[in-house]
């Protein structure tokens, strides 16, 4: 996995629990389910990653 796009899905991943917090914290359903939905982006991302790497070997 790139460093570059590492950084970007572990970004993407604290941007949505960030929004996922504040959404719960103001009562903003919209902003949560966002949040929730960016983070798990980021995870299916990474986990994408991993299996590439796990081939290239």
Do not use: S, Y
């Amino acid at each position: 996995m790139g460093a570059g796009d590492k950084a970007g899905n572990t970004g993407e991943k604290i941007e949505g629990a960030v929004k996922k917090n504040v959404g719960k914290a103001v009562g903003n359903e919209r902003l949560e389910a966002e949040g929730r939905v960016e983070q798990a982006e980021g995870d299916l991302k990474q986990a994408g990653e991993h299996v590439k790497d796990a081939f290239r070997r």
